[in-house]
């Protein structure tokens, strides 16, 4: 994958996930919230209909391994980075993927900070990102 592609790869995932943040606001009307989502869809059907959709579907993937396990995904990132500070390279991903995994992590410990704004009351697991 060239720089260029994966560079707007990753603003547009993030802006795609942003999009999906802000449908996801109470308060906002069904119309609002379905031009949304047709605009999160498109950026999916356009990405995985591409020549780099194993990339665009290994950053989803990892984001959503983030969110369902981050404290799986914690330690597999910390033997990566490990691995990538001792050998020079991360054994079995690729430097693309690696900065997917890092980009994921980054995106999943936003959205549980936006959602705890969002949500005072609710236990989200935040102190675990400290």
Do not use: C
């Not at 020549?51 to 950053?59: D, F, K, N, S």
């Not at 991903?93 to 959205?111: C, F, K, P, R």
Request: no cysteine; net charge negative.
């Amino acid at each position: 994958m060239h720089r260029e592609h994966e560079d707007l790869m990753r603003t547009e995932f993030h802006h795609r996930t942003a999009l999906e943040w802000e449908a996801d606001r109470s308060g906002i009307s069904d119309d609002e919230q379905a031009r949304l989502h047709a605009q999160v869809a498109d950026y999916d059907q356009r990405w995985s209909a591409g020549p780099h959709a194993a990339e665009w579907q290994y950053l989803s993937g990892a984001l959503r391994d983030w969110q369902d396990r981050p404290d799986d995904m914690d330690s597999y990132l910390s033997v990566l980075d490990y691995q990538r500070r001792a050998f020079g390279k991360p054994e079995g991903v690729d430097e693309t993927q690696w900065q997917s995994l890092v980009q994921a992590h980054n995106i999943a410990h936003e959205d549980r900070v936006r959602q705890r704004m969002q949500h005072p009351d609710r236990d989200l697991g935040l102190e675990r990102w400290r």
